[in-house]
């Protein structure tokens, strides 16, 4: 089992973790493309 940080932590990491994951993270369903890449791509 994991052990989670406490509230006020996760939510400080929260903003680093969606940019790392809009950013950096290709996806299947976005043709292998991070969510912002697939947006700049389809606007």
């Known amino acids: 089992m994991a052990v989670l940080p406490d509230t006020d932590t996760i939510l400080a990491l929260l903003p680093d973790w969606f940019e790392d ?23």
Not at 33 to 39: G, L, V
């Open 21 to 43: 994951y809009c950013e950096s993270h290709p996806h299947s369903g976005l043709n292998f493309k991070s969510p912002r890449e697939f947006i700049r791509l389809n606007a």
